[in-house]
């Protein structure tokens, strides 16, 4: 029993003793030293009582010092200080015999530590310099690399560009390529006359100018003869190129991007007139094939009444009729052009084929002919825009047709060369800017007005004056291409001009001055364009007339807008 005192009152306890089952272990105690009686510290049982968390973390001593660990070591010899003596015998066979050295001073230690830290910086710069070599290696090969890979490729394009010209020689297929004909013509023509005048004189000059006339009229008649050729073999794709844009579904994109297509009932009709004109050419099937198709015809242009059917169905008939006669198909075949001829008129009138009405030049509407109407100072007709050349000052007064008659007659001029710079500069500028709106406002005439008169048809730098080799370039990177912030340079140059940052760092002051010169003369000039004068800078274009002198420009411009030749333009 266990009695406590709680204030004022007493209380029995019963107190259990469970005894262990095992030896308590040994904690310790202490004796009393009068007695001698000892006592044992006693194990509990249960835990001892946990503090309240305060919310407060604390760190106990045993988390903040060294845990200590005693290891008892043995040497692996013995060592004593024992020596031989009387009764007692020391081997000496592991003895060893020590020699003292050079004592090595404080400043010795130094400096050999310090000839092996720059022994080994040495060998640390060299590997990092042998590094450094390599990667400017590198960098040469790839940079040398990469000069030769342009040289090869401005090579090859140049090549190409010879073989291109060579091939529309020899087979000339455009409108383009018959002016370059005529242009080799008239640089053969100056070449032989220069040579008469200067090596002949009197009759013998006379008769030598005559011969080279009737050679020049021998050229003349074959590239008209080629003209002829390859008008006759462009007819039937310009006609089918026409028909199947006609028979075309409308297409537009969707919002997730698919291309959506649609028919309705007049591309329908068109795809069938188109399949039916094919059917038509085929002279080489067999007869009731060919009675079939014609029969398939007659049906077609019988939904209308009018003389151009009535006369489709005649020739329809007197067709059917040579061939029960067993008319051969050599004799046929002219009434079968003519049918086909006739057919083609059909599908071309809106009223039997509506959806070609957006593909004609002539408008149905005769109203809307008074709208888009000009008068050729030339021939002196009436015809609409799309018969004239357009740049961006205006249309010609020229209709093309007189242009390119002229252009044959006298300067033969090729303007291929100048469709190429400007082919080019659209793609660049698409590339840099894809808002870029001026590089496409601008024409070839434009182009060609900027090149001669503006930059006198040679490179900036080395007055290079090859037109297959120069560029329009931008001056200043940081700013959208325009006739006021162009250079024209050869394509060895382009790229070097396009990795300068700042041209008023990387040019003379001299040559900055001229480019500025040639920028106010394309601004004055483009400036009275109205579509163009929106994209001028602030500068005003007053500003500018009082700076250069106008009568020559003046001059120059309006006789280009008259008469767009090189000669005129200079």
Same mark, same amino acid.
């Given at each position: 029993?266990?009695?406590?005192?709680?204030?004022?009152?007493?209380?029995?306890?019963?107190?259990?003793?469970?005894?262990?089952?095992?030896?308590?272990?040994?904690?310790?105690?202490?004796?009393?030293?009068?007695?001698?009686?000892?006592?044992?510290?006693?194990?509990?049982?249960?835990?001892?009582?946990?503090?309240?968390?305060?919310?407060?973390?604390?760190?106990?001593?045993?988390?903040?010092?060294?845990?200590?660990?005693?290891?008892?070591?043995?040497?692996?010899?013995?060592?004593?200080?024992?020596?031989?003596?009387?009764?007692?015998?020391?081997?000496?066979?592991?003895?060893?015999?020590?020699?003292?050295?050079?004592?090595?001073?404080?400043?010795?230690?130094?400096?050999?530590?310090?000839?092996?830290?720059?022994?080994?910086?040495?060998?640390?710069?060299?590997?990092?310099?042998?590094?450094?070599?390599?990667?400017?290696?590198? /960098? &040469?090969?790839?940079? !040398?690399?990469? %000069?030769?890979?342009?040289?090869? *490729?401005? @090579?090859? =394009?140049? #090549?190409? +560009?010879?073989?291109?010209?060579?091939?529309?020689?020899?087979?000339? /297929? &455009?409108?383009?390529? !018959?002016?370059? %004909?005529?242009?080799?013509?008239? *640089?053969? @023509?100056? =070449?032989? #006359?220069? +040579?008469?005048?200067?090596?002949?004189?009197?009759?013998?000059?006379?008769?030598?100018?005559?011969? !080279?006339?009737?050679?020049?009229?021998?050229?003349?008649?074959?590239?008209?003869?080629?003209?002829?050729?390859?008008?006759?073999?462009?007819?039937?794709?310009?006609?089918?190129?026409?028909?199947?844009?006609?028979?075309?579904?409308?297409?537009?994109?969707?919002?997730?991007?698919?291309?959506?297509?649609?028919?309705?009932?007049?591309?329908?009709?068109?795809?069938?007139?188109?399949?039916?004109?094919?059917?038509?050419?085929?002279?080489?099937?067999?007869?009731?094939?060919?009675?079939?198709?014609?029969?398939?015809?007659?049906?077609?242009?019988?939904?209308?009444?009018?003389?151009?059917?009535?006369?489709?169905?005649?020739?329809?008939?007197?067709?059917?009729?040579?061939?029960?006669?067993?008319?051969?198909?050599?004799?046929?075949?002219?009434?079968?052009?003519?049918?086909?001829?006739?057919?083609?008129?059909?599908?071309?009138?809106?009223?039997?084929?509506?959806?070609?009405?957006?593909?004609?030049?002539?408008?149905?509407?005769?109203?809307?002919?008074?709208?888009?109407?000009?008068?050729?100072?030339?021939?002196?007709?009436?015809?609409?825009?799309?018969?004239?050349?357009?740049?961006?000052?205006?249309?010609?007064?020229?209709?093309?047709?007189?242009?390119?008659?002229?252009?044959?007659?006298?300067?033969?001029?090729?303007?291929?060369?100048?469709?190429?710079?400007?082919?080019?500069?659209?793609?660049?500028?698409?590339?840099?800017?894809?808002?870029?709106?001026?590089?496409?406002?601008?024409?070839?005439?434009?182009?060609?007005?900027?090149?001669?008169?503006?930059?006198?048809?040679?490179?900036?730098?080395?007055?290079?004056?090859?037109?297959?080799?120069?560029?329009?370039?931008?001056?200043?990177?940081?700013?959208?291409?325009?006739?006021?912030?162009?250079?024209?340079?050869?394509?060895?140059?382009?790229?070097?001009?396009?990795?300068?940052?700042?041209?008023?760092?990387?040019?003379?002051?001299?040559?900055?001055?001229?480019?500025?010169?040639?920028?106010?003369?394309?601004?004055?000039?483009?400036?009275?364009?109205?579509?163009?004068?929106?994209?001028?800078?602030?500068?005003?274009?007053?500003?500018?007339?009082?700076?250069?002198?106008?009568?020559?420009?003046?001059?120059?411009?309006?006789?280009?807008?008259?008469?767009?030749?090189?000669?005129?333009?200079?």
């Amino acid at each position: 029993e266990i009695i406590l005192r709680d204030y004022d009152s007493l209380t029995e306890v019963v107190v259990e003793i469970e005894r262990p089952r095992q030896q308590k272990a040994f904690l310790g105690g202490y004796r009393h030293r009068l007695t001698g009686v000892e006592y044992h510290h006693a194990a509990i049982q249960t835990l001892p009582k946990r503090r309240p968390d305060r919310g407060v973390v604390t760190f106990s001593r045993d988390t903040q010092t060294v845990q200590l660990k005693s290891q008892a070591q043995q040497c692996p010899v013995s060592v004593s200080t024992q020596m031989t003596g009387i009764g007692c015998y020391i081997s000496c066979m592991n003895d060893k015999l020590v020699t003292p050295g050079k004592y090595t001073t404080a400043d010795e230690y130094h400096d050999r530590r310090l000839r092996a830290v720059i022994c080994l910086q040495s060998f640390t710069r060299r590997w990092l310099a042998q590094q450094a070599v390599d990667r400017l290696k590198k /960098e &040469r090969q790839r940079r !040398l690399t990469w %000069l030769q890979m342009q040289e090869r *490729k401005r @090579r090859e =394009e140049k #090549e190409e +560009q010879l073989r291109d010209r060579r091939q529309r020689w020899m087979n000339p /297929e &455009r409108r383009e390529d !018959l002016n370059l %004909l005529y242009h080799a013509l008239e *640089k053969w @023509r100056r =070449e032989e #006359e220069q +040579q008469i005048n200067s090596s002949l004189r009197g009759a013998e000059r006379k008769a030598a100018l005559c011969s !080279l006339l009737e050679q020049e009229t021998e050229l003349i008649a074959t590239i008209g003869r080629h003209h002829i050729t390859f008008q006759n073999n462009n007819y039937d794709e310009i006609v089918q190129h026409l028909l199947d844009k006609s028979a075309a579904p409308h297409q537009w994109r969707a919002a997730d991007g698919r291309l959506i297509e649609m028919d309705n009932q007049h591309t329908i009709r068109a795809r069938e007139l188109r399949d039916l004109y094919s059917n038509i050419n085929l002279f080489t099937v067999s007869q009731e094939q060919r009675s079939h198709v014609l029969m398939t015809l007659k049906r077609t242009v019988n939904e209308h009444k009018c003389l151009l059917t009535r006369d489709i169905v005649d020739l329809i008939d007197r067709e059917v009729d040579l061939m029960k006669r067993g008319v051969t198909t050599r004799n046929l075949e002219g009434l079968r052009k003519r049918i086909c001829t006739l057919f083609l008129q059909y599908i071309k009138t809106p009223a039997f084929n509506p959806a070609v009405a957006k593909l004609l030049k002539v408008p149905q509407n005769p109203s809307e002919l008074n709208k888009d109407v000009f008068l050729c100072r030339s021939c002196h007709r009436y015809l609409r825009s799309t018969n004239f050349i357009a740049f961006a000052r205006g249309l010609t007064a020229r209709c093309k047709d007189c242009t390119r008659l002229n252009n044959i007659a006298r300067p033969r001029n090729e303007f291929s060369c100048y469709q190429n710079i400007l082919r080019r500069l659209r793609a660049d500028e698409q590339q840099l800017n894809k808002e870029s709106k001026i590089p496409f406002l601008l024409q070839v005439e434009d182009i060609r007005y900027l090149i001669e008169v503006v930059w006198l048809s040679q490179s900036a730098l080395n007055a290079s004056s090859d037109l297959y080799n120069l560029v329009l370039v931008r001056w200043v990177h940081q700013r959208d291409w325009s006739p006021w912030n162009c250079i024209l340079l050869s394509k060895e140059e382009t790229s070097a001009h396009l990795e300068v940052e700042d041209v008023d760092k990387a040019y003379e002051t001299t040559f900055i001055h001229k480019v500025k010169h040639k920028h106010r003369l394309a601004q004055r000039y483009f400036s009275q364009i109205s579509t163009m004068a929106e994209y001028l800078d602030s500068q005003p274009a007053a500003a500018l007339s009082n700076q250069l002198l106008s009568k020559p420009i003046t001059m120059a411009t309006h006789r280009l807008a008259t008469d767009p030749s090189p000669d005129s333009a200079h």
